[in-house]
């Protein structure tokens, strides 16, 4: 009995961080789909959302939902100037410098969140109080409804727009195929930006739901940003739904592998998944095989 | 075609005059500062190029990118240390040991990881730092986990101890000098052109028959294999190692380094050493400062400068000869 | 020499190449045409290894070089040009021919670091033999510009000269006179026949029918990856199937 309470336990933790993973690996096949780059600053974003809720709260001294709002504002409208004035200004830039300009751009952020914060670590407090919700003999925070409320909104928002709207449908016409989508009369530059700044809002939200179970510091993005793209590769970058399985997958995996095999090594779980899958099946476990290109 | 002849003479003539002046110039600086802290923090500048270099060669040269070379360097310095504190062994022996480890390893990890490219690279390579730095942090028997491991023996050759900052100066830079130089030489050869060919045009070069996976695999393992020198050498000199100095952040400096001074330059391998390592120990403001100057350092050349101080500087000078020469011209002419 | 057997290529869903089979003649210069998208540059790259093909086999004389890889056919001598002209744009014009002579070297990293005297004889020979390729090509009087910086015309030609210093047995060239105007078009032409005169056999993709009708001693005719026609660029001028292709095509 205790031995499946606490199994419960750790799935549930596994599923609440997997939630977050996908939001973050949302975020990365986004903007892989639109431009072909992996955007190291991504996690950045993350913490940009916890770091920036922390501040409105506890300087500013706003109410929760406000605070919410203006950090996702803030994060996005960040991620739209990364967009304009790192990416759009570079044409036919080669991987490595994009590369090198979004790892520029990641610590650049962090180095900012560190100056204008500092570098300790705020708590946030959860949307609805910490009393434990009692089911089947496990524990579960309301934090933790949140997460699984929030994501599942997001992820059901994301379908809607991508299979209903025409903004939504001509960006998964830039992804198949920009030139063409150009050739339509689609502005492809707007849907980069477009790409740009809905994963900087989904990024932020993303911190901002998970800050109050974890904590938030300038320096989060960077593990959490690694896990997000953990969970993409896991799952293939051609597809929410895939995202989602990976991410949850991961979450799953590492809270299970910290349970019972060793809690310090928690992290280089997510990193061992992360190259074997790389050497192994690059195009992700759920996804079918792309057409090579060299 | 024989006046062509002459000036490839002298273009490799020229650059043996810069190595010969560079490294008499490197080999005097002590003598003027005996005594002072700068040379203190040459001696770290000396190890920072070592490992610019390295990661230039396999950046610059071959355009592989990497985001874990502060594992290397973390391999080189924890078996040294770690060996050193517990067996009085020579530890000489331990840095080709440590070496000889580091490039096994980057062999064996080289040929899946170097399969992919760009952006997959990047993640893997900076999987793999993280994993390794996971390894540091954790395996707190061996190497004293986050805590460090302390009391490693300095080196010595006979009589003669490295733990002053004047012998470590000339250990350091002797090893400096010589990846320097080895590594230009690399430049201008049948490997050294095929790495860059590489870089240019993968496809390309493979239908010339270069053999790209192996060949990535090989400067791979030369880059690691450098890197865990200057590891050992940090750890015997600096007596203490933790894991922070080899995490990502160590990493993400490294490049930088390459990045300022410039894809494929040696001579701005060393100046992005020398810069960032100098800056931060002459300007105390600059401590809170580092990684969102290094962020913008990455983003502004990138963008700019994309041949990096170095490339920077010999663009200046091609403009300004051109301009000489214009001007001389009109003067002919009138 | 080259001998291609029911080559298919399927990429996703899209078929790219049906049931190819063909003949490349030693020391001939084959042409192969077709519309866009008819499968010619793919069809190179599963002769160069780049691609694998779906079914089918590559026979190099009598060997089966259907699963070699592209660096193991350049040392049998099979080299390419690009489509859209692959040059190491940092590296000098020179720079790019001598990578060309890679595989005619043997110097190995530690070698070439320490300078030992078996690379620098080995430097001095690639060296020549490069400059030679450019004085067959005319190009040493920008021996010394970076590839990068040369306009097309130039590039396309130092493609040619580095393939040619991998003394190939064999070039596939895509689209050799696409950007060039007609002044560069003789020229190449003439480079062409050249290369044939040195004993080395030649396919070309191209698009430039006159070129195409001139220079070649048989032409392959795709459409739609499927093979449409064969023959002599008299007999393909005639054919009904090849015209309506190409009339259908507008
Ligand atoms: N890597 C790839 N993945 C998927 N489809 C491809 C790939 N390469 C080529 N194709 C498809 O195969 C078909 C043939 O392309 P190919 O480039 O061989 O045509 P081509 O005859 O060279 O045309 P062109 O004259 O325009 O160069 C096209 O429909 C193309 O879209
Ligand atoms: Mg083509």
Redesign the pocket.
């Known amino acids: 009995m205790d031995y499946s309470r606490q199994l419960f336990q750790y799935i549930l933790s596994g599923l609440s961080n997997g939630a977050i993973y996908a939001l973050i690996g949302f975020g990365f096949a986004m903007i892989y789909n639109a431009t072909g780059i992996i955007n190291f600053a991504q996690g950045e974003f993350v913490m940009l959302g916890g770091m920036l809720t922390v501040f409105f709260l506890t300087v500013l001294k706003l109410s929760i939902i406000p605070a919410i709002v203006l950090a996702v504002v803030i994060s996005t409208i960040v991620g739209i100037c990364f967009e304009r004035l790192a990416i759009r200004p570079l044409k036919n830039a080669k991987p490595l410098s994009l590369i090198i300009i979004t790892i520029g751009a990641s610590i650049f952020i962090r180095g900012a969140a560190m100056l204008i914060w500092g570098k300790d670590t705020h708590a946030v407090p959860a949307f609805s109080g910490n009393d434990p919700i009692y089911i089947a003999g496990a524990t579960i925070l309301p934090q933790h409804l949140w997460i699984f409320a929030v994501t599942i909104l997001i992820i059901i928002a994301g379908r809607i727009f991508f299979n209903y709207s025409i903004t939504g449908k001509a960006m998964r016409a830039c992804a198949y195929n920009a030139q063409a989508a150009g050739l339509v009369g689609i502005n492809v530059k707007n849907m980069v930006l477009l790409s740009f700044a809905i994963s900087s809002a989904i990024g932020s939200m993303a911190g901002i739901i998970i800050a109050p179970l974890t904590m938030t510091s300038y320096d989060v993005g960077v593990m959490l940003g690694l896990k997000g793209f953990c969970a993409v590769i896991i799952g293939g970058m051609s597809s929410g739904l895939s995202t989602v399985m990976g991410g949850l997958l991961l979450g799953l995996l590492e809270a299970l592998g910290a349970g019972y095999i060793s809690a310090s090594y928690k992290d280089a779980i997510a990193f061992i998944i992360l190259l074997l899958i790389l050497f192994i099946r690059p195009e992700g476990l759920f996804a079918k095989k792309e057409?090579?290109?060299f | 075609m024989f006046l062509k002849k002459q000036n490839i003479m002298t273009e490799k003539r020229q650059q043996i005059l810069v190595f010969f002046i560079f490294a008499t110039a490197v080999l005097m600086v002590p003598l003027f500062l005996k005594g002072s802290y700068l040379l203190n923090v040459l001696v770290f500048v000396g190890i920072n190029t070592m490992l610019a270099v390295a990661l230039n060669l396999l950046l610059g040269y071959a355009g592989q990118i990497s985001l874990g070379h502060a594992a290397f360097f973390g391999i080189g310095a924890y078996i040294s240390g770690i060996i050193t504190t517990r067996f009085p062994i020579d530890p000489f022996l331990i840095i080709i040991l440590a070496a000889f480890c580091a490039g096994v390893l980057a062999f064996v990890i080289g040929f899946p990881i170097l399969k992919l490219k760009g952006h997959y690279l990047a993640m893997a390579t900076l999987g793999f730092g993280v994993i390794l730095y996971i390894i540091f942090n954790e395996t707190v028997d061996f190497t004293g986990g986050p805590s460090g491991l302390s009391s490693i023996p300095s080196l010595h050759i006979g009589s003669l101890v490295f733990d002053n900052d004047w012998n470590n100066y000339y250990l350091v830079w002797v090893f400096t000098l010589a990846v320097m130089l080895l590594s230009i030489n690399l430049f201008q050869s049948r490997i050294g052109r095929a790495l860059r060919a590489i870089h240019d045009s993968e496809v390309a070069a493979r239908v010339m028959g270069v053999n790209a996976r192996v060949l990535k695999v090989q400067i791979f393992t030369v880059s690691a294999v450098i890197s865990a020198v200057a590891g050992s050498l940090y750890a015997h000199i600096m007596t203490f190692i933790a894991p922070a100095s080899f995490g990502f952040n160590f990493s993400v400096e490294l490049l930088t380094m390459v990045v300022i001074g410039g894809l494929g330059s040696i001579y701005g391998s060393f100046l992005g050493a020398a810069i960032l390592t100098m800056l931060p120990e002459f300007l105390r403001v600059f401590q809170d400062f580092d990684i969102i100057v290094y962020g913008l350092m990455l983003m502004l050349i990138t963008m700019f400068m994309p041949g990096g101080l170095v490339g920077g500087m010999q663009k200046m000078a091609e403009i300004t000869v051109a301009k000489i020469r214009k001007m001389k011209g009109k003067n002919a002419q009138a | 020499m080259l001998r291609l057997d029911g080559i298919t290529k399927v990429?996703?869903g899209?078929t790219?190449l049906e049931d190819i089979s063909f003949s490349i003649n030693e020391g001939l210069i084959t042409g192969i045409i077709?519309?866009?998208?008819?499968?010619?540059?793919?069809?190179f790259n599963i002769v160069t290894g780049l691609y694998a093909q779906t079914t089918g086999e590559v026979y190099l004389g009598e060997k089966n070089i259907s699963f070699l890889n592209t660096e193991r056919l350049a040392r049998l001598g099979v080299v390419r040009t690009f489509?859209n002209v692959e040059l190491f744009g940092q590296m000098t014009v020179l720079e790019n021919v001598m990578v060309g002579l890679h595989t005619q070297s043997s110097s190995g990293i530690f070698s070439c670091a320490f300078k030992l005297p078996g690379h620098l004889k080995e430097e001095k020979i690639i060296r020549e033999k490069s400059m030679e390729w450019l004085k067959f090509t005319g190009m040493v009087d920008i021996a010394d510009m970076k590839a990068g910086n040369l306009p097309f015309g130039k590039g396309r030609l130092l493609e040619i000269s580095r393939a040619l210093a991998a003394r190939p047995r064999m070039i596939l060239m895509d689209?050799p006179a696409a950007g060039l105007n007609s002044r560069e078009t003789d020229e190449l032409a003439m480079l062409i026949r050249k290369i044939r005169k040195e004993g080395i056999t030649i396919t070309l993709?191209e698009?430039d029918m006159d070129l195409v009708m001139d220079i070649c001693d048989s032409i392959v005719v795709?459409n739609l990856?499927k093979k449409l026609a064969e023959g002599t660029p008299r007999q393909i001028q005639e054919n009904p199937a090849v015209i309506s292709a190409y009339l259908g095509e507008g």
């Open positions: 057409a090579e290109r | 990429f996703g899209l790219a077709g519309p866009n998208g008819a499968g010619k540059t793919t069809l489509q689209e993709v698009h795709l990856g």
